[in-house]
């Protein structure tokens, strides 16, 4: 047999001969709708790199990211230290996923992640933050012999079967039926959780303590009461931390805000993953591990093909080092009080600008009914086509004129949320509160071409109808 040479695979060849075709393959092949929505709101730029907390076109234009790819990014786009992790971890050749024997690294961030969560024994890695919302279910489940759980209205925990189940959004939800019998209560509602839990037969109740959609943070003193009536009914406290934990708020969890809570399941991924490799994390209390591996024979009762690879764990590993390193937790909470004090002092100064909350470097930035007449009328005829339009129309001259990429809270919401890197500084906070207020200024002057895009943006949303 005639020897063949392989041909070789050329990356960064095949991404200069087809990188251009980058929107029309996603129209073509993948989800249909992304680019055309892109291209409505001009966002459909291309970006050719990234570094820190900016992207960078093929002019060399910075673009700040306020976003951090709906929080993965906490530590910026291709921090070197990740980075250098995972080139060793690739140049090491290790046995990986081989199923039948315990390699350290997963064992190394398990320790690691402890570490930073007390009153917790132990972890199963999954791939996603959905996928450790699964795991929790199941494991409360398990533990406790019960079927339901309790989620909040207006929750997002995951997409995926189980966890669209305690999603609190309709607009998820529809069209997916039939879900898990889980029942929603509203977010500080005590008196009907203690309803729910007298029926004897509640799992778990899991809760994001600051809720991404709106960025409503959960009432002071609503968790520990809520972890003493779960207490008291046997049932566990699920903390849904994906989006929250690791520094993003300002502590290391959301949870710790308050006093004495203590979930029995936590939740965490995105920033995990050092924007890298996809990986999530449940840890729990050891009784309710022991209950669900209950025997040999039920050693593989719960995992994921590709937990515990040792990319993810590298990536996870290396991702702590920096948080310890460069004192990242401290830098969210203080520059995420600068950006909120900052934020909050333009309300009296703007009457579209209604409330700017959260904790960290978690912000909503909230609009409302304007007081003027020729104000108000305008905010009619957006709220008449579609709830959310206003905030749109913020949205885009932050790209477009400013270059700062930020995103809505949640559909038919009036409200920006900030998640940038973790890593952003005064720096980032003078551009964005600079450029957010030009924008509040050509919005309240009744004309401009914020309002030319609003017209468009009504016919779009009158023609979806």
């Known amino acids: 047999m005639t020897d063949v040479v392989p041909k070789e695979f050329d990356l960064a060849r095949l991404l200069a001969e087809r990188g251009a075709e980058r929107y029309e393959l996603h129209a073509r092949h993948l989800n249909h709708q992304l680019p055309r929505m892109l291209r409505t709101i001009g966002f459909d730029k291309v970006y050719e790199r990234a570094e820190g907390a900016y992207f960078y076109d093929a002019e060399g234009n910075d673009y700040l990211d306020m976003l951090a790819g709906f929080g993965v990014m906490g530590l910026g786009r291709h921090h070197p230290v990740v980075r250098k992790a995972l080139h060793d971890v690739l140049d090491a050749s290790l046995a990986d996923l081989t199923r039948f024997d315990c390699q350290p690294l997963p064992g190394l961030l398990a320790e690691k992640l402890l570490t930073h969560s007390p009153h917790l024994d132990r972890v199963f890695f999954g791939n996603s933050g959905t996928e450790a919302v699964e795991t929790a279910l199941k494991f409360a489940r398990r533990a406790t012999g019960r079927p339901r759980i309790l989620y909040c209205a207006h929750a997002f925990h995951g997409l995926t079967t189980g966890s669209l189940s305690v999603?609190?959004?309709?607009?998820?939800?529809?069209?997916?039926?039939?879900?898990?019998?889980?029942?929603?209560?509203?977010?500080?509602?005590?008196?009907?959780?203690?309803?729910?839990?007298?029926?004897?037969?509640?799992?778990?109740?899991?809760?994001?303590?600051?809720?991404?959609?709106?960025?409503h943070a959960s009432p002071p003193g609503f968790?520990?009461?809520?972890?003493?009536?779960?207490?008291?009914?046997?049932?566990?406290l699920i903390a849904d931390e994906v989006q929250t934990g690791l520094g993003r708020t300002g502590d290391f969890y959301a949870y710790q805000h308050e006093e004495g809570v203590e979930p029995d399941l936590l939740c965490v991924a995105k920033a995990l993953s050092g924007g890298y490799v996809p990986v999530g994390a449940t840890l729990g209390k050891d009784w309710i591990f022991k209950r669900v591996y209950s025997s040999m024979d039920r050693v593989l009762v719960h995992s994921a093909s590709f937990g515990s690879n040792a990319q993810a764990m590298a990536a996870g590993l290396a991702v702590l080092a920096v948080m310890e390193d460069e004192e990242i937790v401290a830098n969210a909470r203080r520059s995420g009080d600068l950006l909120r004090e900052r934020l909050t002092a333009l309300i009296g100064r703007y009457e579209l600008l209604h409330d700017v909350r959260g904790r960290g470097l978690m912000i909503g930035i909230e609009f409302g009914r304007p007081g003027s007449l020729k104000l108000r009328s305008r905010w009619a005829v957006l709220q008449a086509a579609r709830k959310g339009l206003f905030a749109q129309m913020v949205v885009v001259p932050l790209l477009q004129k400013h270059r700062i990429l930020t995103q809505v809270s949640g559909d038919h919401m009036e409200v920006i949320k900030l998640i940038p890197p973790?890593?952003?500084?005064?720096?980032?906070?003078?551009?964005?509160?600079?450029?957010?207020?030009?924008?509040?200024?050509?919005?309240?002057?009744?004309?401009?071409?914020?309002?030319?895009?609003?017209?468009?943006?009504?016919?779009?949303?009158?023609?979806?109808?």
């Open 167 to 215: 999603n609190g959004e309709a607009g998820f939800r529809d069209g997916f039926a039939p879900l898990l019998p889980d029942t929603a209560i509203a977010l500080g509602d005590l008196d009907a959780l203690e309803r729910e839990l007298k029926k004897g037969d509640v799992a778990g109740f899991v809760v994001e303590p600051i809720q991404g959609k709106g960025v």
């Open 422 to 465: 973790l890593t952003v500084g005064e720096r980032e906070v003078d551009r964005f509160v600079g450029a957010f207020t030009e924008v509040m200024d050509d919005a309240h002057s009744g004309g401009g071409l914020m309002w030319d895009f609003g017209k468009a943006l009504i016919k779009q949303a009158v023609g979806n109808r």
């Open 223 to 236: 968790l520990p009461a809520a972890q003493e009536l779960l207490r008291r009914h046997k049932a566990l």
